[in-house]
């Protein structure tokens, strides 16, 4: 389960608490009656209000994102997020922003394709730049061949460019956060675990015998 106290409404005293709350569950308490409109939980949001000045920079980031300011293609910029999501193993992340990038008319097709971007072939040549950039800020934390970078920025001006690494690495933070703390999608067992040997074996054994055995 989260792995932090869940503000409740009647704890929540901080204008930003409050406004998140009215907007994202009504008049319900998120704690005793969880849930939002696009089916996660909501405890990302009750886990992030125990620190008002954290939400309220959350928010701010969304919106900055969100900016009708921002230079960068919204699609590239949601197949970033995406991608991120997957490339971190946040199911929240990953979930939330294929959601994105239905919304701007992205098909399926192309919104399964994510996980296998390098061997589909539905994604045009800067599509593929950007997945391959947002691998990049993900699996090699922000280490990125010269001939990947300035293939990018032969097609994306230095804005566009600042603003897909910004928001990427933005949502690879809230991917590696939203694991840490087990929030919505991401409250799931370990998945690496120990498995135990048949009954009446001698689990002590190496399980690759060395030759002269």
């Given at each position: 389960?989260?792995?932090?106290?869940?503000?409740?409404?009647?704890?929540?005293?901080?204008?930003?608490?409050?406004?998140?709350?009215?907007?994202?569950?009504?008049?319900?308490?998120?704690?005793?009656?969880?849930?939002?409109?696009?089916?996660?939980?909501?405890?990302?949001?009750?886990?992030?209000?125990?620190?008002?000045?954290?939400?309220?920079?959350?928010?701010?980031?969304?919106?900055?994102?969100?900016?009708?300011?921002?230079?960068?293609?919204?699609?590239?910029?949601?197949?970033?997020?995406?991608?991120?999501?997957?490339?971190?193993?946040?199911?929240?992340?990953?979930?939330?922003?294929?959601?994105?990038?239905?919304?701007?008319?992205?098909?399926?097709?192309?919104?399964?394709?994510?996980?296998?971007?390098?061997?589909?072939?539905?994604?045009?040549?800067?599509?593929?730049?950007?997945?391959?950039?947002?691998d990049c800020l993900v699996y090699d934390l922000g280490r990125v061949p010269d001939g990947l970078f300035d293939a990018l920025k032969a097609q994306l001006s230095d804005i566009e460019v600042?603003?897909?690494?910004?928001?990427?690495?933005?949502?690879?933070?809230?991917?590696?956060?939203?694991?840490?703390?087990?929030?919505?999608?991401?409250?799931?067992?370990?998945?690496?675990?120990?498995?135990?040997?048949?009954?009446?074996?001698?689990?002590?054994?190496?399980?690759?015998?060395?030759?002269?055995?």
């Amino acid at each position: 389960m989260n792995r932090l106290h869940q503000v409740s409404r009647d704890e929540a005293e901080a204008p930003i608490v409050k406004l998140m709350y009215v907007l994202l569950f009504g008049d319900r308490d998120p704690v005793a009656e969880p849930g939002t409109a696009t089916g996660t939980s909501g405890d990302w949001w009750t886990a992030f209000a125990n620190s008002p000045d954290v939400l309220d920079h959350a928010v701010k980031g969304f919106g900055l994102y969100q900016s009708p300011d921002r230079v960068l293609d919204p699609v590239l910029r949601e197949l970033a997020q995406t991608r991120a999501g997957w490339a971190a193993g946040s199911q929240f992340v990953f979930s939330q922003h294929c959601k994105s990038l239905r919304g701007l008319g992205v098909s399926d097709e192309r919104i399964a394709a994510i996980p296998h971007w390098s061997a589909a072939s539905c994604f045009n040549g800067l599509e593929r730049l950007v997945l391959a950039y947002a691998d990049c800020l993900v699996y090699d934390l922000g280490r990125v061949p010269d001939g990947l970078f300035d293939a990018l920025k032969a097609q994306l001006s230095d804005i566009e460019v600042l603003e897909l690494t910004y928001i990427t690495s933005m949502y690879l933070q809230h991917a590696v956060m939203s694991r840490a703390l087990r929030t919505e999608y991401d409250d799931v067992d370990e998945a690496i675990t120990e498995v135990d040997a048949p009954d009446g074996t001698d689990d002590t054994l190496d399980i690759a015998p060395s030759a002269d055995q």
